[in-house]
């Protein structure tokens, strides 16, 4: 699974000109699956980004993860973060289907949640506009085929 991750004082998804989802001060997820990714590696990437600390404390240093500061977490489906780019035209078939890659995603949300966070969304294979607000601006990259 992948993920790019970025502090956000506020974040939104719109989906045929509704917001599907928002958030104020935390988190946006653009979230890949990939074809042999599992919920053990889903379970770690939860962990990984509600745990991270790079909210400010009261000195100015990224000491605070999300729990700390109340945040909350806007994920959106994003097969793209799978793309082969070795020519000028992307592909895709290193993304997991939507049989696997859709019951993951939402599987992810849910072990959000499960640690106490609220979780707002886009729709999975849904043509989306995402805003974001980014705070610092703070973007980090998970990988759980990456090691460390």
């Known amino acids: 699974m992948r993920a790019v991750v970025t502090r956000v004082s506020e974040a939104s998804v719109t989906i045929d000109g509704q917001v599907n989802g928002a958030i104020g001060k935390g ?6 699956v990939g074809p042999e990714d599992t919920e053990a590696e889903a379970d770690k990437l939860a962990d990984k980004v509600c745990g991270v600390r790079v909210f400010e404390d009261e000195n100015g240093k ?4 999300l729990e700390a500061v109340g945040g909350e ?11 082969d780019l070795k020519s000028r035209r992307p592909g895709f078939t290193r993304a997991a ?4 890659a859709k019951p993951l995603y939402e599987y992810f949300m849910k072990a959000c949640e499960s640690r106490g966070f ?6 999975f294979g849904a043509d989306m506009q995402v ?15 990456v090691k460390g």
């Open 131 to 145: 805003a974001s607000v980014n705070d610092g601006p703070v973007t980090l990259l998970f990988d759980t085929a």
């Open 62 to 65: 990224m000491n605070l993860n």
């Open 73 to 83: 977490l806007l994920v959106v489906s994003q097969f793209t973060l799978f793309a």
């Open 97 to 100: 289907g939507p049989d696997v």
């Open 118 to 123: 609220r979780v707002a969304h886009g729709e």
């Open 27 to 32: 988190f946006l997820v653009l979230l890949g």
